[in-house]
């Protein structure tokens, strides 16, 4: 799937911006997140979705 | 994946079981299979069949299946019959990674009620058992979501229309949709919102934050110093003072002097024991307070006895009974005030009234001058009416009114004799020192009270320092909370950075990659002449379409027919769908470019020749006929021929026989 396809740019682009390995799966995890949801793309969904990333974020 | 057959009973114009053979794995190595039919005699429903079979409702191809889809025949037998309610099921039998599973869609319709039973549900079966896995969770491992499905599973001529009608944004929605770009955008989108989101949670942290309060600190804490250094000097004084006092009458042996000694020892003992008596007091009143709060439980108590005695003898129902004990309880659950007996009834005490509320205050505060004063009649009216406990509280105030009585009197002949003898002394240095010594002592009272005074001042300031001291402490734990939300805030921006230039460099290769595909798909399809004015497919970053010759020049739109802009698109639309690089089979109503069968021939041929399942529905006499059979035959898996028949008072219904794939059905119209 291209799911997998942009997965492996957006390792490649982390890697040759030299992003901590902890942010790059971070950043994967967020990106398998969203496309997850895909099918929901509503307006609270959209809402729920920040802050389920804003959680994410915490260090 | 093959799909290898498909089962209708009693869907749209599927009456009973049909079964509709889509694969014969004997003639594996020919991946395309057709059915032919008329129009409106079952071709689409195939393809709505499957969706209807894989998406449940979350298919309706604009419809609601329980009211259109149910097929007629069955539901007006079924009414003939008595029966309540009609099965339409469509059943799904696909082959996957060599394993064979059946997909089964169940469909309840009510024939009373004319609408559905239920959600119509799913199951999945392999080898007659039903799959572990979720049949939700079947669906989503090995198919599109549904809305992308329709890449797969189309009807040709709409599929050109929605390309023609608005090219770019249609281009732009497929590849956004289908390749995954709008999840991240989504991603993008959001990263894009948390900077402002933790900018107005700063914002709201630093509006509660006092400003710098260091100075205010110092300035605080200077000024308990000098309270305390107030009090310290005014102690050095009193001592100086009593130091002064003692030395007063030393060495005077006199007899007035020692009587005037002994008063004043006198005074002191009896002020002792007024002060002893105060916190005796004040102890009671301790109790005094934890006693009238507690009134109201052992009041109820008391009040629920003797009420329950009155009417042992009185002989009232059980219902009254009940209705009051629950009255009762309810009052003291929400915060009982009292309650009487007047006349044999209870009634509820309305609240107390401020003035009348029972408070004990220091005894010197109670003015035991006025005989039975209105208030402390009042108190103990209340207490009595309060409380079986009530008489000692009573007895209490009794005692110390009498104590305070006789020992204030006491007090003040003392204090009287002290200051006679001082007013009648003729000893003129005696009268001096008497003098003096209630001098020192006022003095010492108002060096005391003004200590109590400071103490009081120092305290409310000692209180704001801790105030200020908490707020600082609150204030660091604010300055973290920052400065973490700020470093949110740079992840945030970075994760966004890394997002955007990961969706460019994405798209640019996806998009060498499809127009490279797409390009090949575009030469092997036009007429060979062709190839060198089309030559190849671009769609840039901008989803700007192009078609380019040899020398890579661009055609302009003007001239590009209809037909190779057709080509165009469909070539970039199948090689963007195999890109994705999902085994689905493609069902596909119509033929992909009706104008020349020749495109069709070449273009279907690539499609065939890579091997992957195409099942297509066709038109006899208009797509289907012994030209297009001619070129089709070296693809050909199955050929199924799809009529109906009247059946009489219902609508027709729909058969399908399965044809040889060696020779063109031949039609009688």
Redesign the interface.
């Known amino acids: 799937?291209?799911?997998d396809?942009?997965k492996n740019?957006?390792k490649?682009?982390?890697k040759e911006?030299e992003?901590e390995e902890k942010?790059r799966e971070l950043?994967l995890e967020?990106?398998d997140h969203?496309?997850e949801h895909?099918?929901e793309?509503s307006d609270s969904r959209?809402k729920t979705?920040?802050r389920k990333?804003?959680n994410k974020?915490?260090? | 994946m093959k799909f290898k057959k498909v089962i209708f009973k009693n869907f749209k114009p599927y009456h009973d079981e049909v079964e509709i053979d889509l694969f014969d794995q004997d003639r594996k190595k020919f991946p395309i299979s057709i059915n032919v039919g008329p129009n409106a005699h079952g071709k689409t429903s195939i393809s709505e069949g499957i969706m209807w079979c894989l998406y449940g409702e979350n298919f309706s191809g604009g419809t609601n299946w329980d009211t259109e889809w149910v097929n007629d025949v069955a539901i007006n037998m079924g009414k003939e019959k008595g029966n309540d309610e009609v099965n339409m099921m469509v059943e799904l039998q696909v082959e996957i990674e060599g394993e064979q599973y059946r997909l089964i869609r169940n469909g309840i319709y009510d024939i009373q009620k004319e609408e559905k039973k239920r959600k119509p549900a799913l199951k999945i079966l392999q080898d007659g058992e039903p799959i572990e896995q979720s049949p939700v969770g079947f669906i989503n491992d090995h198919f599109l979501?549904v809305d992308l499905m329709k890449y797969y599973i189309f009807d040709a001529d709409d599929m050109l229309t929605l390309f023609e009608q608005d090219r770019k944004k249609t281009i732009k929605r497929t590849i956004d949709r289908?390749?995954?770009i709008?999840?991240?955008d989504?991603?993008s989108?959001?990263?894009a919102?948390?900077p402002q989101?933790y900018e107005n949670q700063i914002t709201e942290i630093e509006s509660k934050i006092p400003g710098d309060m260091t100075d205010k600190l110092k300035q605080r804490r200077k000024e308990k110093k000098r309270k305390e250094n107030a009090i310290q000097d005014l102690k050095e004084e009193i001592d100086e003072l009593k130091d002064e006092k003692n030395n007063l009458f030393k060495g005077d042996e006199s007899s007035r002097a020692k009587q005037f000694t002994k008063l004043t020892e006198e005074r002191n003992e009896l002020q002792d024991k007024l002060q002893d008596l105060n916190e005796e007091f004040l102890e009671d009143q301790i109790e005094g307070e934890q006693l009238i709060s507690l009134m109201d439980l052992f009041f109820l108590n008391d009040i629920i006895n003797r009420f329950e005695n009155e009417y042992e003898e009185k002989a009232i129902s059980h219902g009254e009974f009940e209705s009051l004990v629950n009255e009762l309880s309810s009052t003291l659950n929400n915060q009982f005030e009292g309650i009487i007996i007047d006349e044999n009834k209870p009634k509820l005490i309305k609240k107390l009234n401020n003035k009348n509320k029972i408070e004990l205050k220091d005894i010197n505060a109670l003015n035991f001058e006025e005989e039975e004063s209105t208030i402390e009649r009042s108190i103990k009216n209340e207490i009595r009416r309060a409380s079986p406990r009530s008489e000692e509280v009573c007895d209490q105030f009794e005692y110390y009114k009498d104590k305070i009585k006789s020992l204030t009197r006491e007090l003040e002949g003392v204090e009287n004799d002290i200051k006679n003898m001082g007013e009648t002394e003729e000893n003129r240095e005696l009268k001096r020192k008497f003098k003096r010594f209630q001098e020192i002592e006022q003095e010492i009272e108002e060096k005391r009270e003004r200590i109590s005074d400071i103490e009081r001042m120092r305290d409310k300031i000692a209180s704001k320092i801790e105030d200020i001291e908490n707020k600082m402490d609150i204030t660091a734990d604010r300055q973290v909370e920052i400065d973490?939300l700020e470093?949110?805030k740079e992840?945030?921006n970075?994760?966004k950075?890394?997002?955007e230039?990961?969706k460019k460099?994405?798209l640019d290769?996806?998009l060498t990659e499809v127009n490279r595909e797409a390009s090949e798909f575009l030469r092997n399809t036009v007429r060979e002449e062709e190839r060198k004015r089309f030559h190849s497919i671009k769609v840039d970053p901008n989803y700007n379409f192009h078609i380019k010759k040899e020398n890579g020049e661009e055609l302009s739109e003007g001239k590009i027919n209809r037909v190779t802009i057709q080509i165009g698109l469909m070539s970039f639309f199948i090689s963007m769908s195999q890109?994705?690089?999902?085994d689905i089979p493609y069902v596909i109503d119509g033929m992909l470019i009706r104008s020349d069968p020749g495109h069709d021939k070449r273009m279907i041929g690539q499609v065939g020749e890579k091997g992957e399942q195409l099942i297509m529905h066709m038109i006899p006499g208009k797509e289907y006929n012994e030209a297009t059979f001619d070129w089709l035959s070296s693809y050909l898996n199955i050929q199924n021929y799809i009529y109906r028949e009247d059946v009489g008072a219902s609508e027709p219904i729909s058969y399908v026989e399965k044809k040889a794939p060696d020779r063109v059905i031949e039609f009688s119209f």
């Open positions: 799937m291209s799911e396809k942009i740019v957006i490649k682009v982390a911006k992003m942010n950043l967020l990106y969203v496309s895909r099918e793309a959209k979705l920040i990333i804003n974020m915490e260090e | 979501p289908i390749v995954g709008k999840d991240i989504n991603l989108e959001t990263l919102k948390l989101y973490k470093r949110k992840r945030a970075y994760f950075e890394i997002i230039e990961a460099e994405f290769d996806f890109y994705i690089g999902k």
